[in-house]
């Protein structure tokens, strides 16, 4: 079985994005004294840690979580992935590595933030895999509108706010047997409370667990 993950230009290019996303640390210290006089205000996250303020930083997810996303694209067979919150592009080149190994298809990812989205383009074309993703600049509650189904994957990673906004407007999309997963399950355990109800209430056409992969993972399998 081919892996991409394990060949240039994809493995050194990742190597390179992990190494400079350790600096993540020092940027956020750095935002420590906005981000408590946005709290005395009474401000929320999103209203204190705007896309704006957030250009330089890569929030990625780890490797690990990487090479298990890789991982569970190629045992589905995904043709289609969507992702929400693309930031630099690091998930993408894995989910886009594991679209290329099983043969084709497309990856479509949603960045709000200008200069993330177009660092996010030329990641994926230094890893040769733009032919095979698509980027979109925007909110993803209007660029994530008109996607062709099935959706066999689905990655939640940008505002936390939106991960069930974004969910709804996928699900009929979705497929039986369709994987939805979503970070930040731990670190932002309170504001992702009722998205991890919804997923896990066995109600809603989901059956769903927390990984503790990295700061959580929620693993979800639509069951229609």
Same mark, same amino acid.
């Given at each position: 079985?081919?892996?991409?993950?394990?060949?240039?230009?994809?493995?050194? +290019?990742?190597?390179?994005?992990?190494?400079?996303?350790?600096?993540?640390?020092?940027?956020?210290?750095?935002?420590?004294?906005?981000?408590?006089?946005?709290?005395?205000?009474?401000?929320?996250?999103?209203?204190?840690?705007?896309?704006?303020?957030?250009?330089?930083?890569?929030?990625?997810?780890?490797?690990?979580?990487?090479?298990?996303?890789? *991982?569970?694209?190629?045992?589905?067979?995904?043709?289609?992935?969507?992702?929400?919150?693309?930031?630099?592009?690091?998930?993408?080149?894995?989910?886009?590595?594991?679209?290329?190994?099983?043969?084709?298809?497309?990856?479509?990812?949603?960045?709000?933030?200008?200069?993330?989205?177009?660092?996010?383009?030329?990641?994926?074309?230094?890893?040769?895999?733009?032919?095979?993703?698509?980027?979109? +600049?925007?909110?993803? +509650?209007?660029?994530?509108?008109?996607?062709?189904?099935?959706?066999?994957?689905?990655?939640?990673?940008?505002?936390?706010?939106?991960?069930?906004?974004?969910?709804?407007? *996928?699900?009929?999309?979705?497929?039986?047997?369709?994987?939805?997963?979503?970070?930040?399950?731990?670190?932002?355990?309170?504001?992702?409370?009722?998205?991890?109800?919804?997923?896990?209430?066995?109600?809603?056409?989901?059956?769903?667990?927390? +990984?503790? *992969?990295?700061?959580?993972?929620?693993?979800?399998?639509?069951?229609?």
């Amino acid at each position: 079985m081919t892996n991409s993950l394990k060949l240039d230009p994809v493995r050194s +290019l990742l190597d390179r994005l992990h190494r400079q996303a350790k600096d993540d640390r020092q940027k956020f210290f750095k935002l420590i004294p906005r981000f408590i006089a946005g709290k005395i205000k009474g401000q929320s996250f999103s209203e204190i840690l705007t896309p704006e303020v957030l250009k330089d930083v890569f929030i990625p997810i780890s490797r690990e979580q990487g090479e298990f996303l890789y *991982l569970t694209a190629r045992s589905l067979g995904a043709k289609r992935i969507v992702e929400f919150g693309t930031s630099f592009g690091i998930s993408t080149i894995y989910l886009a590595a594991a679209i290329k190994d099983n043969g084709g298809g497309c990856v479509i990812g949603s960045e709000i933030e200008p200069s993330k989205h177009q660092k996010a383009i030329d990641h994926l074309a230094q890893a040769n895999l733009s032919e095979i993703s698509e980027i979109r +600049l925007g909110d993803a +509650l209007q660029t994530l509108q008109d996607l062709d189904a099935p959706i066999d994957l689905v990655l939640l990673d940008g505002w936390k706010d939106l991960y069930l906004p974004v969910l709804k407007l *996928l699900v009929p999309k979705l497929k039986a047997g369709s994987v939805v997963m979503a970070d930040n399950i731990f670190t932002f355990r309170k504001d992702l409370q009722p998205y991890v109800n919804y997923m896990q209430s066995g109600e809603n056409g989901f059956e769903s667990v927390t +990984l503790h *992969l990295a700061d959580g993972f929620e693993y979800s399998v639509f069951t229609g």
